[in-house]
């Protein structure tokens, strides 16, 4: 049963657009929410995060957007590069569970010039 | 330099025989973990370990097998009870015992293991 779900398998935009990358959940009681990214035969790193007590977080060209109502969340690129061009995965945390991190599959970007 | 240390890149496994996957860590993180990656269906976490001589089964434990003696290291070992071990493994670990911020995860480079 996946709890943490990215419907979009792919996303392409154009060099300097913005890229927003989506994910929704199922579970109530997630309390924190994080981005990775994964370039091919290397282990994902981490992006940006949220706390569910936000509605927003910001790290430079990264924003990270909540909504708790729609169970959904999603990630805004901007300006895109190519350099982003790798898998993103949004993963989810139950504060009961210590850490156990819930995965989506994973959306690919790719950024063109 | 701190990190994650996985090891071998690259492992072939023959039919009907155990091998062991190495992971260690210098972050000093109390926590650890073993995920495989298979095409289109993202990251599964397999066994998780919140401190030394203790470790839990994650979603896909069938066929894997763990220990934690150390608490640098997380070997896993895929045994011939896993009839579809060809994947990409990763382990990570993190501060444990805390959510928010703290319960970052940090990732090795991966595994990828192949049948023969």
């Known amino acids: 049963d996946q709890q943490v779900k990215q419907n979009s398998p792919s996303l392409s935009v154009q060099e300097g657009r913005i890229s927003i990358l989506n994910c929704d959940y199922t579970n109530s009681m997630f309390d924190y929410f994080l981005w990775y990214k994964k370039y091919p035969a290397e282990g994902p790193t981490f992006l940006i995060s949220?706390?569910?007590?936000?509605d927003k977080n910001e790290d430079g060209r990264f924003t990270v957007f909540l909504n708790k109502s729609a169970k959904h969340l999603s990630l805004h690129i901007v300006p895109s590069q190519p350099g982003d061009s790798a898998v993103y995965f949004c993963a989810a945390i139950r504060g009961s569970t210590l850490g156990r991190l819930y995965f989506g599959r994973g959306t690919q970007l790719t950024v063109w010039p | 330099d701190g990190g994650i240390t996985q090891s071998p890149k690259y492992l072939f496994r023959k039919e009907g025989q155990n091998v062991t996957l190495s992971c260690e860590q210098n972050?000093?993180?109390?926590?650890m973990y073993w995920y495989r990656q298979d095409p289109g269906q993202g990251l599964r976490l397999i066994y998780y370990s919140q401190i030394v001589n203790d470790f839990q089964k994650g979603d896909i434990a069938e066929g894997y097998s763990v220990s934690r003696e150390k608490k640098e290291s997380f070997p896993l070992t895929v045994t011939s009870a896993q009839k579809n071990p060809t994947a990409f493994y990763l382990c990570?670990?993190?501060?444990?015992?805390?959510?928010?911020?703290?319960?970052?995860?940090?990732f090795g480079a991966g595994t990828r293991l192949s049948v023969l």
């Open positions: 972050l000093n993180h109390d926590a």
């Open positions: 990570a670990s993190s501060i444990a015992g805390s959510t928010g911020a703290k319960n970052i995860q940090y």
């Open positions: 949220i706390s569910s007590i936000k």
